[in-house]
């Protein structure tokens, strides 16, 4: 069955500071790999998606991504971060396109002044 | 391009109450997902439709959820009668529905439920 785990549950970075949200999935084939971002009250941001090719993708504000399948892990990095990118983050595997989609439990970004 | 609309943004209700919440999905989008997402977990999925078919409603509990896509556009999850434990953001998302590459899933803002 398919699984993602995220394992940090909350990280603290400061302002300007690199940033490395960690996720490992569990699937048989090659997985669709997606990062969302989820801000207070709100809905869910499509950030970056892997489906094939390229293992290092870019994302929107600034987000990257590295798909390793050696060590099932699919990691979100972001070379500096900004006050607004305080928010909670989810990785989710989809079995192919059209698929529902399988979250993490999320980890919470708190952004230090 | 309006995104995925969904109404009430907020809900109170006392256990044993029904309570219904409705999704617009984007213009043209045939896929709509219905997900769940207690404090402190991801989204799970309820309910899966394509186009006004159900695609995948294994983790929906019938006893108490029902939800229909009439039309094939809008949608409605409807509960009855709540349980403490249905607490939780009810999220709706759509896709475009062609299983393609590009197939993205767009969320709403969801609907926080309360239930006491």
């Known amino acids: 069955a398919q699984s993602v785990t995220q394992p940090d549950i909350h990280i603290t970075v400061s302002e300007g500071a690199s940033l490395e949200l960690r996720c490992n999935y569990s699937?048989?084939?090659?997985?669709?790999l997606f990062w969302y971002v989820q801000s207070p009250g709100q809905g869910l941001q499509l950030l970056l998606k892997?489906?094939?090719?390229?293992?290092l993708v870019q994302g929107i504000k600034g987000f990257e991504a590295e798909f390793k399948r050696s060590q099932s892990s699919f990691n979100l990095r972001k070379p500096s971060v900004h006050w607004s990118d305080a928010a909670e983050y989810f990785c989710?595997?989809?079995?192919?396109?059209?698929?529902?989609?399988?979250f993490g439990k999320g980890t919470t970004l708190s952004v230090s002044s | 391009e309006a995104g995925v609309a969904q109404s009430p943004r907020y809900k109170i209700i006392e256990k044993r109450q029904s309570v219904a919440f409705w999704c617009n999905p984007i213009?043209?989008?045939?896929?709509l997902y219905w997900y769940q997402q207690i404090l402190g977990q991801g989204p799970k999925l309820l309910i899966q439709?394509?186009?006004?078919?159900?695609?995948?409603d294994s983790q929906l509990p019938k006893d108490r959820f029902s939800a229909e896509r009439l039309k094939g556009v809008d949608s409605t999850l409807k509960i009855q009668p709540a349980k403490l434990e249905d607490s939780a953001v009810y999220l709706c998302?759509?896709?475009?529905?062609?299983?393609?590459?590009?197939?993205?899933?767009?969320f709403g803002p969801g609907t926080r439920l309360l239930v006491l």
């Open positions: 998302a759509s896709s475009l529905g062609g299983q393609t590459l590009q197939e993205t899933q767009y």
């Open positions: 699937y048989g084939a090659t997985p669709y």
């Open positions: 892997y489906f094939s090719g390229d293992t």
């Open positions: 989710a595997v989809g079995a192919r396109a059209g698929t529902a989609l399988i």
């Open positions: 213009s043209g989008h045939a896929t």
């Open positions: 439709f394509q186009n006004n078919g159900v695609v995948d």
